[in-house]
């Protein structure tokens, strides 16, 4: 696979969803402190995000593939850096929930922008080109954490965290504001009637629904694991934004792996053995008492929950190739959808029993994820043919 200007660009892109993705979680006990919020209104914090991800990722997917890609990723660029810097700026509790609106809106117009870009770009080894791409946001979720803790230890103010973030995506832009981006000729015309069929396909259906429960269990993982171990297991501020980084080091080093493996091994197969991996270290996650084992578990479940994502996204963009931004946009809002109502399931619940009983909502995702990729794959092994949208 030839990389050019235009990956590098894209990589950065990714780069700058890791950061944004991880940097709240970690400023969330500082949010409790200064505002005095409850679980519950995290969780909204959390939903609010998702839900204008959700319309925003959804919306600029399908319409890329009429218009093109560039005009959604300058949006979704330009949104983003709105949002952390009025974080930055926002004193009010109305202002945390304007700024995380804009950043979920740009950060789904850049994210289903490129997921659709690299499906065009990568030719017949889309594994590998969107595993790339998605270990670069694995770069930087595990940055944001370590840029976190430098800021609210070591210079004393945790909101300079949100304007170093907010760098990326403004460098973005101006590199890829002079590139042109062609738009891919379909010898087929897309319709919006072809929307409505592909949810109704069965795979597209299947893909959805393993979607929604992997970037649900994630979200919870980025915006509650170090709230979740300073309050069960007392740990230090670092600590808990250190364990946050070591598990996106894992997702990283996984997603290299697991998308040159995808390519040999087939795309079926490894989500099996991804999500079938990941449902058991979470479990044990769940059982385990000591922060030391605790800290190597989160390692392996970023592991083996790192490939889920871009495998699913390459194997979709194999059955559906002329239509890679309407697919790429629809199973990205369906992975939004999750990353709204799980954070705000495990915010819900943990103020009526905890946060130690909250996490059995991301462990049942986990699980409802690998009967999902069972049902895809003996799907798909029996030969079935994917249904024509002619």
């Given amino acids: 696979m030839t990389i050019t200007k235009t990956h590098f660009i894209g990589y950065l ?3 700058a969803l890791g950061l944004t993705n991880t940097i709240i979680g970690p400023a969330i006990p500082h949010l409790i402190e200064e505002y005095g919020l409850s679980f519950s209104l995290v969780g909204a914090l959390f939903f609010i995000q998702g839900a204008f991800y959700f319309t925003s990722v959804l919306s600029a997917g399908v319409a890329s ?13 330009s949104l983003m850096a709105v949002g952390l810097i009025s974080f930055i700026l926002g004193k009010t509790e109305l202002s945390l929930f304007i700024s995380v609106a804009c950043i979920g809106t740009g950060v789904g117009a850049l994210d289903g922008g ?28 595990l940055s944001g954490p370590l840029i976190f803790t430098l800021s609210s230890s070591s210079l004393l103010n945790w909101r300079l965290a949100f304007f170093f973030t907010a760098c990326l995506p403004i460098l973005f832009f101006l590199l890829l504001f002079p590139v042109h981006l062609s738009k891919v000729e379909n010898k087929e015309t897309i319709r ?6 592909l949810l109704k396909n069965r795979i597209i259906i299947q893909f959805i629904l393993l979607l929604f429960v992997y970037v649900g269990a994630e979200q919870v993982i980025a915006g509650w694991l170090p709230t979740y171990l300073i309050n069960t297991r007392n740990v230090a501020h670092a600590t808990g934004s250190l364990t946050l980084s070591l598990f996106f080091v894992g997702l990283t080093i996984g997603r290299l792996l697991t998308g040159l493996i995808s390519e040999k091994v087939g795309y079926s197969q490894t989500l099996v053995i991804l999500s079938l991996g990941s449902a058991v270290f979470f479990f044990l996650i769940f059982t385990v008492q000591s922060i030391n084992p605790m800290i190597l578990l989160f390692i392996l479940l970023g592991f083996f929950l790192s490939g889920i994502y871009p495998t699913v996204m390459a194997q979709a963009g194999c059955i559906f190739p002329q239509y890679s931004g309407t697919v790429s946009g629809v199973l990205t809002a369906a992975g939004g959808f999750g990353g709204m109502l799980l954070p705000l399931g495990m915010g819900v619940v943990s103020d009526y029993v905890g946060l130690k009983v909250g996490l059995l909502v991301p462990l049942i995702a986990t699980i409802i994820m690998f009967f999902l990729t069972i049902l895809s794959f003996n799907y798909l092994k029996k030969g079935n043919k994917v249904e024509s949208l002619n």
């Fill in 114 to 141: 490129l997921n659709g870009l690299f499906i065009d770009i990568s030719g017949d080894q889309k594994g590998i080109g969107l595993g790339l791409l998605h270990m670069c946001f694995g770069i930087g979720a």
């Fill in 65 to 77: 593939d009429f218009f093109g890609k560039k005009p959604f990723l300058l949006i979704g660029a």
């Fill in 13 to 15: 892109g990714f780069i």
């Fill in 192 to 197: 919006l009637s072809d929307v409505t069929l």
